[in-house]
């Protein structure tokens, strides 16, 4: 893939769909939203200072970088804080925190590259195409991942589906 | 690809992920600033140092000097280079010195043409 130096309007473009996902992708390494939250928007900063030239796409270099960065908040000692309902990083819809939580916590406990392939697929709205092409790995690969990993979150969730 | 839990799909749909906070609006900012700044203190920086290194160079040369008269006395004495700040502060205090120190330093640094081999005498014989 070609080089690419991405112009402010596009790294906005790309926060705004990408930014929360990424939040929720962040916050699986990182437990703090806050810390999650300052990791996604120092990698845009990055971005906007128009210093990083991307070899790959724009949406697969994010997520890389927001994972390396996360690992470095992470042994830096980042403070780990334990999950709180009130300031966890997702919302359900119904306002239910205890099945927010549940999927946090769910997501964080599934394996990396299960993890990314569904918030890419759910929260970025990528098709299994794209993370295919994002991450790197065979099609068929991205769509066992995100079925295990659609398993797992199933199992997880069942609870309050049923409520 | 296959055909997923699309009802599962859609209820993990219902969690939004937090929006984080909006990225800063005046982006330029952030580049040009600390180059501003970085300028502005360079170029202070030179001028606040600039006196400070003729001084030393002065006080450096005539101990210097000092020195070699004490040592051999046959050696002739260098005048202090003249720096632009020097020249300055001498023509304010006391223009006859500075007269005299540029009649010296021209004798220095200019061709002479008085001597018996001096560059003029030599270019005017070829």
């Known amino acids: 893939m070609s080089e690419k130096r991405l ?7 790309l926060y705004d769909r990408h930014g929360p996902a990424l939040v929720a992708y962040a916050s699986s390494f990182v437990s ?3 810390t999650a939250e300052d990791v996604v928007h120092q990698v845009f900063h990055r971005l906007l200072s128009a210093e990083i030239v991307m070899p790959e796409a724009p949406a697969a270099y994010v997520y890389r970088a927001v994972r390396n960065e996360a690992l470095n ?6 403070r780990n804080v334990p999950l709180d309902p009130k300031s966890g990083v997702f919302e359900h819809r119904d306002g239910n925190p205890e099945a927010a939580l549940t999927l946090q ?3 964080s406990e599934l394996p990396e590259e299960q993890r990314e392939v569904v918030v890419m697929r759910i929260w970025s709205g990528m098709t299994l195409e794209e993370v295919s092409a994002a991450t790197g790995a065979p099609a068929n690969t991205v769509a066992s991942r995100y079925r295990y990993a659609l398993a797992k979150l199933r199992e997880k969730l069942r609870p309050f589906r049923q409520s | 690809m296959e055909d997923y839990d ?5 209820y993990l749909a219902e969690f939004r992920p937090r929006r984080p906070r909006a ?3 005046p982006i330029n900012t952030h580049r040009v600033w600390p180059r501003r700044l970085a300028a502005v203190a360079a170029i202070a920086v030179a001028l606040g140092a600039s006196p400070w290194f003729s001084r030393a160079n002065n006080s450096k040369d005539k101990d210097s000097v000092v020195k070699n008269v004490n040592v051999i006395p046959d050696i002739k004495r ?3 280079k003249l720096s632009l700040v020097t020249v300055t502060q001498m023509a ?7 007269d005299a120190q540029l009649t010296e330093a021209s004798r220095r640094m200019l061709p002479d043409f008085r001597g018996s081999d001096s560059t003029l005498r030599v270019l005017a014989k070829e």
Do not use: I, M, N, W
């Open chain 1, 105 to 107: 916590r769910a997501l």
């Open chain 2, 92 to 98: 304010l205090k006391d223009p006859d010195q500075l």
């Open chain 2, 78 to 80: 260098e005048p202090p």
């Open chain 2, 6 to 10: 699309e009802q599962f799909e859609k």
């Open chain 1, 73 to 78: 908040a992470r042994r830096r000692g980042v």
């Open chain 1, 32 to 34: 703090d939203p806050a």
């Open chain 2, 23 to 25: 990225l800063p609006d």
């Open chain 1, 7 to 13: 112009s402010a309007e596009e790294v906005r473009q």
